[in-house]
């Protein structure tokens, strides 16, 4: 039977929806079989791991920049710093190194 989804409903009918989907999830929720102390399980071992990318609390965050030395260049491909004898070509008088050639070739 086809059903026109642009007429508007009747209360009546709105108000049984939203019992069968509440008496849907009751039921859902009574034959998933888990009870709430994984949770608190689950929250424990958790706390135990760090995300990479986390912030870390109290380090030291002072780093040293040594600026591009006589014998390295930055790749205008990848942006890498890279040793002299990385160096592939120049093109249009940006250096390429040996690695971003081989792959732009």
Known sequence: MAQDYDRPKDKDE???????VKSLAGAQND????????????EAI??????P????????????VIPTQEDEFICSNCFLVKHR???AYMKD????CKECAAELE
């Open 14 to 20: 709105e108000d049984d929806d939203e019992e069968a």
């Open 31 to 42: 034959n998933d079989g888990s009870d709430d102390g994984d949770d608190d399980d689950e």
């Open 46 to 51: 958790a706390e135990n791991y760090e995300l």
């Open 53 to 64: 990318g986390a912030v870390i609390k109290n380090a030291d965050s002072s780093v040293t």
């Open 85 to 87: 004898s990385q160096l």
């Open 93 to 96: 008088g940006q250096p390429i």
